[in-house]
């Protein structure tokens, strides 16, 4: 068993595709338009076989609540691993992401929360070398 898909609830797809891509640096894995909405997913540049983020219409009504919630208690929906916390910090603001939480020593990771700008705090997380 293993994962080959995980998905985050996003307010536009359109405006998340060029956030999780432009900015973030992944790449389209599918765009397949399905009414007014599409499956639209992305993955890692350096892995294009890897494990897909499809980019999820938020309309639900549990996904507002639960989202304000997560918001409010200043939770992430989705943690990406990086190489560098502090560098790609460094690097997304120099971009004009806004971040909750700056790069964090917790230990034996390194963390920050960025907004990504679609209704999700987006933790970063890397090992501390």
């Not at 080959?4 to 765009?31: C, N």
Request: a negative charge; one cysteine or more; proline letters at 6%.
């Amino acid at each position: 068993m293993r994962i080959t898909l995980t998905s985050v609830f996003v307010d536009d797809q359109r405006a998340a595709l060029a956030f999780y891509t432009d900015v973030l640096g992944f790449e389209v894995k599918h765009d397949v338009p399905l009414g007014e909405d599409a499956w639209l997913t992305v993955v890692p540049r350096d892995q294009p076989d890897g494990v897909e983020l499809l980019l999820e219409p938020s309309r639900h009504r549990a996904v507002g609540p639960f989202r304000a919630a997560m918001r409010e208690d200043g939770i992430p929906t989705l943690v990406l691993t990086v190489d560098d916390v502090v560098a790609e910090h460094a690097r997304l603001v120099a971009r004009g992401v806004v971040f909750t939480q700056p790069p964090v020593d917790a230990g034996e990771v390194t963390v920050a929360i960025l907004d990504d700008t679609c209704g999700n705090l987006v933790q970063l997380v890397s090992t501390v070398q």
